[in-house]
């Protein structure tokens, strides 16, 4: 298969890309962002349009989707560079693979790839928005393009999915103090538990720190409140749920 | 589901791209590029890295998975703009739909997104490639990322697809004159008949031509051959194929 190829390649010119659109999620950080879409499923995300982008004719027909592809930017990471080979969580954190065999978000050109259900198409003023469903992006994530997902185009179910063949195993237990649940009763958010509970359950812990043999604490950003946890083996207790300052 | 967002959006700054690599393909022109990656499978593309990234550590791990993204850049008509809308081939190219609920070309971000089959990774000099299978890229299109395709993420057979639900229907026959005939049976390329009829059966005329009520003439470049053949109704025949001078 591998022939020699022909006159060397022409490199091509840069390009620059200007942000259609910015994404409204309730992961405030980094840390506990699932690490696909389609793991957490309790909470919408919006996805609200910037000027000249809020034409609500560019939308016209998508409705009839029910996904959509986001290229996106990794903007929290955009500036850190890449390396050749990167250590997946999904191999424990310690294994090399290279950075093209995996989603990380530290690439050559930090540009993300999200599937994602679309929910409603929203218009308020002049403001043109999406609710999404499934996100797996960080609040204020800057899109670069909506695609329809065409399922005879872009679904091989029997692809061979190299190191991560399958969903990840979660087989944590999470478990709520009488804090964190009065906090999630009175909370605006419906379904604040069920939320916290799906993050959680996809133990976003860094993978050295899963080998302690011992509580540790930890805190995350989700809307607008601080949610304090710990965890010990498979077992995670919600400590207290407390709005932002 | 449409409430109203908080504060507005700030809009993220643009970013600049690098070109990662560049598709070498039998397509040497925008027409008879298939509509979408997998439809024609007989030919295989390379995807040549440019240095830096032409690290071969950089693909460790990357020949586990059969299948993976490309996203690229449209840079045939990455200057020319874009509109709200567009008219899809597929609605007969006179219904016009949102550009966002299309594969357009013609995009705020000129950015594509296929997915393809892995058939090789090669080495030789410091020239590092891959082997595809099933590209729908005109030959020099630069290439921005590489993902490995994930089926329990990306694959979502019972996605809803809108005006473009299922494959287009294949009903062209495609025959060969003698000369035609001939010149495949001494070509160099492996498989170049069966490669012309896999491009001639997508019908890659545009929509208006379809309703010509007559033998209309046409031209394609194809690897190094000037193809040319006509059309009528659901027959294509492929007239000669002759080297480029």
Not at 65 to 88: A, E, I, Y
Not at 150 to 170: I, K, N, T
Request: hydrophobic letters at 40%.
């Amino acid at each position: 298969m591998c022939e020699v190829l022909p006159t060397p390649a022409q490199p091509p010119a840069a390009l620059t890309f200007e942000p259609i659109g910015i994404i409204r999620s309730p992961y405030k950080e980094k840390f506990a962002v699932p690490r696909q879409p389609g793991l957490v499923n309790s909470a919408t995300a919006q996805l609200e349009m910037l000027p000249p982008y809020n034409e609500p004719s560019a939308f016209r027909g998508l409705a009839e989707f029910s996904h959509l592809w986001l290229v996106f930017l990794f903007h929290q990471t955009q500036d850190k560079g890449w390396n050749p080979t990167v250590r997946p969580p999904r191999l424990g954190g310690n294994e090399r693979v290279g950075v093209f065999a995996t989603r990380s978000t530290f690439r050559p050109n930090p540009i993300g790839l999200s599937v994602v259900t679309l929910l409603d198409m929203c218009k308020s003023g002049n403001k043109v928005w999406l609710e999404l469903g499934g996100v797996d992006l960080v609040d204020g994530t800057p899109i670069l393009d909506i695609k329809p997902y065409l399922p005879w185009v872009d679904s091989v179910p029997d692809a061979r999915g190299g190191f991560a063949p399958a969903p990840p195993d979660l087989n944590m237990e999470i478990i709520f103090s009488a804090a964190a649940e009065l906090a999630c009763a009175r909370s605006d958010i419906p379904n604040l538990k069920e939320f916290i509970s799906e993050v959680l359950v996809q133990d976003p812990r860094p993978a050295y720190k899963k080998q302690l043999q011992q509580w540790q604490q930890y805190g995350v950003r989700l809307y607008h409140y601080n949610v304090t946890f710990e965890v010990f083996g498979h077992l995670t207790r919600v400590l207290d749920i407390v709005p932002e300052p």
